[in-house]
């Protein structure tokens, strides 16, 4: 995105501490995590946001934005970032003195950089998770590269407790080398993988037509799949070719492969061996610990899919979210004897908070009636869907 020109306005005294109650301002406001992060800022910390993006000829005039904000958030695109944060620096003239300059890109070392050449107080932010349909970052990590902090620094943490990520504090330059592995390397494996599914769907049929005969494993790079070729691919394509890093990351990755095909095309002892020797270095490289905590995560993943999997099922919203809640949904089951397989909280495809509850085969159809029909008639919850 391009910053827009607008008319100037009196310049304003920088504060000389932190407000309670900032006034935020958005710059990419129209874009995805501007749209999330409005919502965070108004709603769960109930304060006044100003955005501007060219995308939205009615957002607010960029001249304005540096003007009232005493915190500036930059949510633009990654490839654009820099030039608009420089654009910024230039119109805002020394006005940030005092305040304080976050950008919320997934790459964070020229971004920080180039916040740095403004006077405000300065920190990289790096939400790992695409906005999500839920008004925190709960369950996420966020990672902070703090680059000039001083009186800012209370409010930020703030912040950083409102959404409610798990945060990691890094520095730019390590951030961009983990993110060529976090994101580049993973990235590219599963495009790859894409690739050669798409070259064998011809004899194989495409992706559903596979899915019948899943593991755990392949359902889940399936997903990862679908999540990467559902999202804006510019985003994807700024990961892959913005990073410095990851070039290299690509190399060793194809270096690999290559040699793993080398040797199953030769396929004698020899080849064998050196595989099983390469799984044992692997294995000693990674870690007992982790690696036993890596196969537990994908046991209680595995167990999820197969829960989540169930044809018996029922989904619930509570309209209500107080304690005691949940309890009163199950009392309903208890009291018509029907008994749960499974529970599990999520949310729909509109981002709706529910309960999904998996039943037992031999469920009484009767009984199970009747508790839904009190569900809804009660007013406790509202079933949303039923299997």
Not at 17 to 44: C, D, M
Not at 277 to 301: H, K, P
Not at 335 to 359: D, M, P
Not at 373 to 386: H, L, N, P, Y
């Amino acid at each position: 995105m391009a910053v827009s020109p607008s008319s100037s306005v009196p310049a304003r005294a920088a504060p000389a501490a932190p407000v309670h109650a900032p006034t935020v301002g958005i710059v990419g406001s129209a874009g995805a995590y501007g749209r999330w992060l409005r919502r965070f800022f108004e709603e769960r910390m109930d304060l006044r946001v100003l955005g501007h993006d060219p995308a939205a000829p009615d957002s607010d005039p960029l001249e304005r934005v540096l003007e009232a904000a005493d915190v500036l958030v930059f949510a633009a695109p990654i490839r654009v970032t820099v030039a608009v944060i420089d654009a910024c620096v230039a119109r805002s003239g020394g006005r940030e003195r005092g305040r304080l300059w976050l950008d919320v890109t997934s790459l964070k070392q020229a971004p920080v950089a180039a916040m740095l050449r403004s006077r405000a107080e300065v920190a990289g932010l790096h939400p790992m998770a695409a906005p999500p349909k839920s008004p925190t970052l709960a369950g996420r990590v966020v990672v902070v590269c703090e680059a000039r902090l001083d009186r800012w620094r209370p409010w930020l943490q703030r912040m950083l407790a409102a959404l409610q990520g798990e945060t990691v504090q890094a520095d730019a330059a390590h951030h961009d080398r983990v993110m060529a592995l976090v994101q580049g390397l993973v990235h590219a494996g599963h495009l790859g993988q894409a690739g050669v599914l798409q070259a064998q769907a011809a004899d194989l049929g495409p992706l559903a037509a596979l899915m019948p005969f899943r593991s755990a494993s392949f359902e889940l790079d399936a997903a990862m799949i679908a999540r990467i070729l559902s999202m804006n691919p510019a985003i994807y394509e700024d990961i892959q070719f913005g990073n410095p890093h990851v070039a290299d990351v690509l190399g060793q990755l194809s270096a690999r492969i290559a040699r793993l095909h080398a040797l199953v095309l030769q396929g004698d002892d020899a080849a064998r061996a050196e595989f099983r020797q390469w799984l044992a270095s692997l294995r000693a490289g990674i870690g007992d610990d982790a690696l036993a905590q890596g196969n537990y995560t994908f046991e209680r993943v595995g167990y999820l899919l197969a829960d989540l999997a169930g044809e018996r099922f029922v989904s619930v919203h509570l309209p209500l979210d107080r304690p005691g809640s949940l309890r009163d949904l199950l009392h309903l089951f208890e009291r018509h004897g029907v008994n749960l397989g499974s529970i599990h909280s999520s949310r729909t495809l509109a981002g709706e908070l529910h309960f999904r509850i998996g039943l037992p085969g031999d469920c009484d159809p009767r009984a199970l009636a009747a508790a839904v029909a009190d569900v809804d008639a009660s007013g406790t919850g509202r079933v949303i869907e039923r299997g």
